[in-house]
């Protein structure tokens, strides 16, 4: 793949990326941080922390703050913990934000099944669920790839 290909498959998939949120996050008092913060405290689980939220996001340490703040005051995530070490503190979904992290992934796949539905035709359907695996190579972490900096 050149750079103009690759440029070009990332702009599309960055395009459909966003728009399967298609104004929900609004609907469900959520932003694009919310959205990132609740998937990476999903994604790591019981060694969340808030300085490994901010790495796994590439936000600032601040940034994730301010939007675990928000996210406990509307009972999506629970209070610090300390670590079983007490060095830090860790971060956990409740129930409710559990919740809503499931909805939105719910919402995303009817959102993408309705547009390829809708703009794709049935081979071409096919086609594009074929190229998953592909997709999912390349988007598995790369253990020797350098660690993102927050911008």
């Known amino acids: 793949m050149n750079l103009g290909e690759a440029a070009r498959l990332r702009e599309a998939m960055l395009r459909l990326a966003g728009s399967l949120d298609d104004g929900y996050l ?3 008092g959520l932003t694009a941080a919310h959205r990132d913060v609740l998937g990476a405290i999903a994604r790591l689980g019981p060694a969340a922390s808030p300085s490994a939220v901010a790495e796994a996001v590439g936000m600032r340490r601040s940034n994730v703050s ?5 996210l406990r005051a509307g009972d999506l995530v629970a ?10 503190r860790l971060v956990a979904l409740t129930a409710s934000g559990r919740s809503a992290l499931a909805a939105l992934d719910e919402h995303r796949c009817h959102r993408l099944s309705a547009l390829a539905g809708t703009r794709l035709a049935a ?11 592909l997709l999912e190579r390349l988007a598995a972490p790369d253990p020797v790839a350098p660690r993102r900096r927050p911008a």
């Open 66 to 70: 301010a939007a675990l703040a928000s």
């Open 123 to 133: 081979e071409e359907v096919r086609r594009l669920v074929a190229v998953t695996p």
């Open 79 to 88: 209070p610090d913990a300390p670590a079983p070490d007490g060095r830090r």
């Open 26 to 28: 609004a609907e469900v």
